[in-house]
């Protein structure tokens, strides 16, 4: 099991931007694919982004497409996700999920371990 710990999040004016990271132990974090999601309060968590293991294959969420990057660093077991031109809309409680395969999309629901979650909030 692949523990993984979340930072970067605080509050940022519309328009900015974050850098959030996600840091994992535990198994071969370089063997499988990673993605972020978040959740607004009163809404259900939605995906954001997913990076497969070798960091060649991206996918995101239409609201975030063109403004958030998805990355990784297998040396550093950390996965990056960089938030510009951001709207009060992003603001939510974001979390890293570890898939238990190489290749992960949107549809996919093969989840290793979560985060606990860091907080943005864009201020208008």
């Known amino acids: 099991q692949v523990q993984l710990v979340e930072s970067g999040g605080g509050l940022v004016q519309a328009g900015g931007s974050l850098r959030l990271s996600c840091a994992a132990s535990?198994?071969?974090?370089?063997?499988?694919?990673m993605g972020w999601f978040r959740q607004a309060p009163g809404k259900e968590r939605e995906f954001v982004a997913a990076i497969s293991w070798s960091g060649i294959t991206t996918y995101y969420a239409d609201s975030v497409k063109g403004r958030f990057t998805i990355s990784r660093d297998n040396a550093k077991n950390t996965v990056y996700l960089q938030m510009n031109s951001l709207k009060p809309e992003d603001t939510a409680v974001y979390y890293c999920?570890?898939?238990?395969?190489?290749?992960?999309?949107?549809?996919?629901?093969?989840?290793?371990?979560w985060g606990q979650g860091t907080q943005v909030t864009v201020s208008s």
């Open positions: 535990g198994r071969t974090f370089s063997s499988y694919a």
């Open positions: 999920a570890a898939y238990t395969k190489k290749v992960a999309g949107p549809d996919s629901a093969d989840f290793g371990s």
